[in-house]
């Protein structure tokens, strides 16, 4: 039995808009999930559901083994920290945070230990006197985490709890609230737009988009068997190489036409038999490859490029090919000019195929995706 | 902050004192014949020049008139205090009714919350005499009229819509996410309405009831109709002084003094509030 459910659950918001459809997912105690998708996919609804401050159109949800879409947020059980930090105005920053502990009747000298302890995990120590409208939205958003991480709830809710700091900050963070989270055992629900701070943070990720749950599982799982296409190109930086295509089995190789008469062949060993029968059934497929899957090989398909760019410590290019354009990553410099022309090879076991109505996986590097 | 040439702050003193002038000569020449008898009053041309009297504070405090004709009694520091009891009274009702009711508008969208909110409004585009005549005969039937129960019932017409929306606007500028915090911590809606709602809202709330205090304290037109000489409040009362025997214009400044005095000094109490609060950003984030 999963520590938190959600079950069917559905939000429509005055009849017209539905936000949340039919959702389904279950939780592990002392899991780390996150919440990931594009603005307005249901994200927040969701959470603001669980939190109780949205109502459930329909569905349930339960939390320990107790039905909680009816209770008071009071009666659920659940910490927040809020995308718009809601810190009490008229409260210093430290009373603020220990101000989330006056119900728990704990000793003035545990209260204040506890602050001091969670203060220092966000790095805010030195602004516990002041008053919110002092501190900068970045403190602002860590007094609001900090808030949320001191409360010995049953689940914590984490609303973009991020999104303001700059980078150093937030990989530090990130790190140690992940720390703080398993030592304790907590079970957190973030939610997020940012698939590195999903990866880095959560044991299993949820990808939403418009309302529906796309793809629930762990972050190499969503990287390396996306379900649908949808996935596949929302998840990786740069995003995932797609091309629509039809495929021909000819004696031992299977062949992928492209537009402008590009074609790639396989052997057909490379694919299962589950993979060759499916592809003979129905021929129009979408295919697609990672840009670090993307080889450049003299003796490959030729493609034009018309963006080099180095950042630093990676090299994106980019290439007209097949009707579309290709994004290649090398991991070091490269003297291509715009114009070019390269030689791009694709391995079979990095091939993504996707049906090309509705987006479905159909295979994953030559083995059947499993539904 | 600004900076202002030397001109420019020529022109803005000039211009301040141009306003404050304008607004507060009426107050200080009030002031003056106040301390005037009617015959230093009526002189032509008039002069600032004369031997203060309190004769007319006195006159007013004793309750006793003493023209140069007869001598009659007037009932003023009377009408006072029933203008502090029904302006106190009033606000003190429109805020117990107001203030949730302007709360539940605020955070709760139901149906024909918009046009609920809207109707109380519309109390305040009425002319008064509207419903005064019905009114009138109403509170007759039903014993309301000339008790203070029954006025302060009609200065909800004047002093319930303005709370209601002035209210409003404060609470709609809490962000609702600060209730929710509180609320997931374990607290009731209640308790975070009392404990963290109006907190906030509490420079709006003081500015609004200090409004409506005003507004109710002015208010003629329903205390003239529905309530008898001992019910009446000083803007009634001052009728008094117009007598068989002239104006007595003395006495009705010091009568006007006595009567500005407790809003005037309410409102330089809570100058502060009244400038926080009706000024917008009372809540900042």
Same mark, same amino acid.
């Given at each position: 039995?999963?520590?938190?459910?959600?079950?069917?659950?559905?939000?429509?918001?005055?009849?017209?808009?539905?936000?949340?459809?039919?959702?389904?997912? #279950?939780?592990?105690?002392?899991?780390?999930?996150?919440?990931?998708? #594009?603005?307005?996919?249901?994200?927040?609804?969701?959470?603001?559901?669980?939190?109780?401050?949205?109502?459930?159109?329909?569905?349930?949800?339960?939390?320990?083994?107790?039905?909680?879409?009816?209770?008071?947020?009071?009666?659920?059980?659940?910490?927040?920290?809020?995308?718009?930090?809601?810190?009490?105005?008229?409260?210093?920053?430290?009373? %603020?945070?220990?101000?989330?502990?006056?119900?728990?009747?704990?000793? #003035?000298s545990d209260v204040d230990k506890r602050v001091r302890e969670v203060a220092h995990l966000v790095e805010?120590?030195?602004?516990?006197?002041?008053?919110?409208?002092?501190?900068?939205?970045?403190?602002?958003?860590?007094?609001?985490?900090?808030?949320?991480?001191?409360?010995?709830?049953?689940?914590?809710?984490?609303?973009?709890?991020?999104?303001?700091?700059?980078?150093?900050? *937030?990989?530090?963070? *990130?790190?140690?609230?992940?720390?703080?989270?398993?030592?304790?055992?907590?079970?957190?629900?973030?939610?997020?737009?940012?698939?590195?701070?999903?990866?880095?943070?959560?044991?299993?990720?949820?990808?939403?988009?418009?309302g529906e749950l796309q793809q629930f599982d762990t972050p190499r799982a969503l990287k390396n068997r996306?379900?649908?296409?949808?996935?596949?190109?929302?998840?990786?930086?740069?995003?995932?190489? =797609?091309?629509?295509?039809?495929?021909?089995?000819?004696?031992? *190789?299977?062949?992928?036409?492209?537009?402008?008469?590009?074609?790639?062949?396989? /052997? *057909?060993?490379?694919?299962? /038999?589950?993979?060759?029968?499916?592809? /003979?059934?129905?021929?129009?497929?979408?295919?697609?490859?990672?840009?670090?899957?993307?080889?450049?090989?003299?003796?490959?398909?030729?493609?034009?490029?018309?963006?080099?760019?180095?950042?630093?410590?990676?090299? +994106?290019?980019?290439?007209?090919?097949?009707? @579309?354009?290709?994004?290649?990553?090398? +991991?070091?410099?490269?003297?291509?000019? &715009?114009?070019?022309?390269?030689?791009?090879?694709?391995?079979?076991?990095?091939?993504?195929?996707?049906?090309?109505?509705?987006?479905?996986?159909?295979?994953?590097?030559?083995?059947?995706?499993?539904? | 902050?600004?900076?202002?040439? !030397?001109? &420019?702050?020529?022109?803005?003193? =000039?211009?301040?004192?141009?306003?404050?002038?304008?607004?507060?000569? !009426?107050?200080?020449?009030?002031?003056?014949?106040?301390?005037?008898?009617?015959?230093?009053?009526?002189? #032509?041309?008039?002069?600032?020049?004369?031997? !203060?009297?309190?004769?007319?504070?006195?006159?007013?405090?004793?309750?006793?008139?003493?023209?140069?004709?007869?001598?009659?009694?007037?009932?003023?520091? %009377?009408?006072?205090?029933?203008?502090?009891?029904?302006?106190?009274?009033?606000?003190?009702?429109?805020?117990?009714?107001?203030?949730?009711?302007?709360?539940?508008?605020?955070?709760?969208?139901?149906?024909?919350?918009?046009?609920?909110?809207?109707?109380?409004?519309?109390?305040?585009?009425?002319?008064?005499?509207?419903?005064?005549?019905?009114?009138?005969?109403?509170?007759?039937?039903?014993?309301?009229?000339?008790?203070?129960? @029954?006025?302060?019932?009609?200065?909800?017409?004047i002093c319930l819509p303005l709370i209601l929306w002035i209210v409003r606007g404060y609470f709609e500028?809490?962000?609702?996410?600060?209730?929710?915090?509180?609320?997931?911590?374990?607290?009731?809606?209640?308790?975070?309405?009392?404990?963290?709602?109006?907190?906030?809202?509490?420079?709006?709330?003081?500015?609004?009831?200090?409004?409506?205090?005003?507004?109710?304290?002015? %208010?003629?037109?329903?205390?003239?109709?529905?309530?008898?000489?001992?019910?009446?409040?000083?803007?009634?009362?001052?009728?008094?002084?117009?007598?068989?025997?002239?104006?007595?214009?003395?006495?009705?400044?010091?009568?006007?003094?006595?009567?500005?005095?407790?809003?005037?000094?309410?409102?330089?109490?809570?100058?502060?509030?009244? =400038?926080?609060?009706?000024?917008?950003?009372?809540?900042? @984030?």
């Amino acid at each position: 039995m999963s520590y938190l459910t959600l079950a069917g659950v559905n939000k429509i918001y005055g009849k017209v808009v539905h936000a949340v459809k039919d959702l389904d997912l #279950s939780i592990d105690k002392g899991e780390i999930i996150a919440l990931l998708g #594009s603005s307005g996919c249901g994200k927040t609804s969701t959470l603001r559901m669980i939190a109780g401050f949205e109502s459930v159109t329909g569905g349930s949800i339960s939390l320990d083994g107790k039905q909680i879409d009816t209770l008071p947020p009071a009666k659920r059980g659940v910490a927040m920290a809020f995308e718009g930090y809601s810190l009490y105005p008229p409260l210093t920053i430290y009373e %603020n945070i220990a101000f989330a502990l006056k119900g728990s009747r704990l000793a #003035s000298s545990d209260v204040d230990k506890r602050v001091r302890e969670v203060a220092h995990l966000v790095e805010i120590e030195d602004i516990l006197d002041r008053y919110p409208s002092s501190v900068s939205g970045g403190q602002q958003q860590r007094v609001s985490l900090a808030r949320a991480l001191i409360r010995d709830a049953d689940l914590h809710l984490l609303d973009e709890p991020m999104g303001q700091l700059e980078p150093q900050l *937030r990989a530090l963070l *990130r790190g140690r609230v992940k720390h703080f989270i398993q030592e304790r055992g907590l079970t957190a629900i973030l939610v997020t737009h940012d698939q590195t701070e999903a990866n880095a943070l959560a044991d299993r990720i949820a990808v939403m988009e418009d309302g529906e749950l796309q793809q629930f599982d762990t972050p190499r799982a969503l990287k390396n068997r996306p379900a649908n296409l949808f996935t596949g190109t929302f998840i990786g930086e740069p995003p995932m190489n =797609v091309f629509p295509a039809q495929t021909r089995l000819q004696d031992d *190789r299977v062949h992928f036409l492209l537009e402008d008469d590009v074609a790639l062949d396989f /052997d *057909r060993a490379s694919f299962s /038999d589950a993979v060759v029968e499916r592809l /003979d059934r129905g021929t129009e497929v979408t295919i697609g490859i990672r840009p670090d899957a993307v080889n450049l090989d003299s003796n490959g398909k030729p493609a034009k490029v018309f963006v080099n760019q180095w950042l630093g410590d990676q090299t +994106h290019i980019a290439a007209e090919f097949a009707g @579309g354009s290709i994004v290649s990553v090398e +991991h070091q410099r490269l003297a291509l000019t &715009e114009g070019e022309i390269i030689g791009i090879t694709i391995a079979a076991q990095d091939l993504h195929i996707f049906e090309s109505s509705g987006g479905r996986a159909i295979s994953h590097g030559g083995q059947l995706n499993e539904r | 902050m600004h900076h202002y040439s !030397p001109l &420019e702050r020529v022109l803005r003193g =000039v211009a301040l004192t141009a306003i404050v002038i304008f607004f507060m000569f !009426p107050i200080f020449w009030i002031v003056l014949m106040s301390l005037q008898t009617n015959e230093t009053i009526l002189r #032509s041309p008039p002069s600032m020049v004369f031997e !203060p009297t309190f004769s007319n504070y006195a006159a007013i405090i004793a309750g006793r008139l003493d023209s140069n004709v007869a001598s009659m009694g007037i009932e003023f520091m %009377n009408n006072l205090m029933n203008s502090i009891i029904l302006s106190v009274g009033s606000v003190t009702v429109a805020l117990i009714l107001g203030v949730p009711a302007a709360y539940a508008f605020a955070r709760h969208k139901f149906r024909g919350s918009e046009d609920i909110a809207f109707t109380l409004l519309s109390f305040r585009f009425a002319p008064p005499l509207l419903v005064l005549l019905p009114l009138t005969m109403y509170f007759q039937q039903i014993g309301l009229a000339d008790t203070y129960l @029954g006025l302060i019932w009609v200065y909800q017409l004047i002093c319930l819509p303005l709370i209601l929306w002035i209210v409003r606007g404060y609470f709609e500028d809490i962000p609702q996410d600060i209730e929710h915090a509180y609320r997931i911590a374990g607290h009731s809606w209640f308790a975070t309405f009392r404990k963290i709602a109006l907190p906030l809202a509490g420079p709006g709330i003081a500015a609004a009831a200090l409004l409506a205090f005003i507004f109710a304290w002015n %208010n003629f037109i329903f205390a003239l109709v529905l309530a008898s000489a001992d019910k009446q409040p000083v803007t009634v009362g001052a009728l008094a002084f117009v007598t068989a025997s002239g104006i007595q214009y003395g006495q009705i400044a010091a009568a006007v003094v006595l009567s500005i005095t407790p809003t005037l000094a309410l409102a330089l109490y809570a100058q502060r509030y009244l =400038v926080e609060g009706l000024s917008l950003g009372a809540v900042k @984030g």
